[in-house]
């Protein structure tokens, strides 16, 4: 089942693909933006990651933190890193716990072992303010941005 926004968000705790611990409790404080893509390395996955790595400082300035999630190996989420050129977390979640735990397993791709392409925005409280069932790749950054800082408003630097 979803979360729903103004729900405590599920908690997780794993390694991404460059060895960095990512828990949830230690990041609040922060806002979170946990996007899911179905498969690294795929057209699609890879506009979308490359939009968010160039929105980082922004999302930064904010005061929060970008992870992509899906459910491809360390390997895989490496080689995209990699090809994409990417500094942000991503997490290997071969065992579907932190999708399923969000609830984006279903559908085709989740027969197939693929979360589907959400986002979710964890506000520094720890519970979901916003969630994107639907998600276009190509400016999908962008808009996560604005609305974060609807949300979070411009901090001073």
Request: with cysteine; aromatic share 8%; hydrophobic share 40%.
């Amino acid at each position: 089942m979803t979360p729903r926004v103004g729900q405590p968000a599920p908690l997780f705790r794993t390694r991404s693909d460059d060895g960095r611990l990512m828990d949830l409790t230690q990041l609040r404080g922060r806002w979170v933006v946990l996007y899911f893509y179905p498969r690294a390395g795929t057209p699609g996955c890879s506009v979308e990651a490359q939009r968010f790595e160039a929105a980082l400082p922004e999302f930064g300035r904010l005061g929060a933190e970008v992870i992509g999630v899906s459910t491809d190996t360390e390997a895989q989420q490496a080689r995209f890193r990699e090809g994409c050129g990417l500094s942000f977390p991503l997490l290997p979640d071969g065992d579907h716990a932190v999708a399923r735990a969000y609830g984006v397993m279903g559908g085709v791709g989740g027969l197939l072992g693929l979360a589907s392409r959400q986002t979710f925005l964890i506000d520094p409280a720890g519970q979901l303010a916003f969630h994107w069932k639907r998600v276009n790749p190509l400016g999908h950054a962008a808009e996560v941005l604005r609305t974060l800082e609807q949300r979070a408003g411009a901090r001073p630097e």
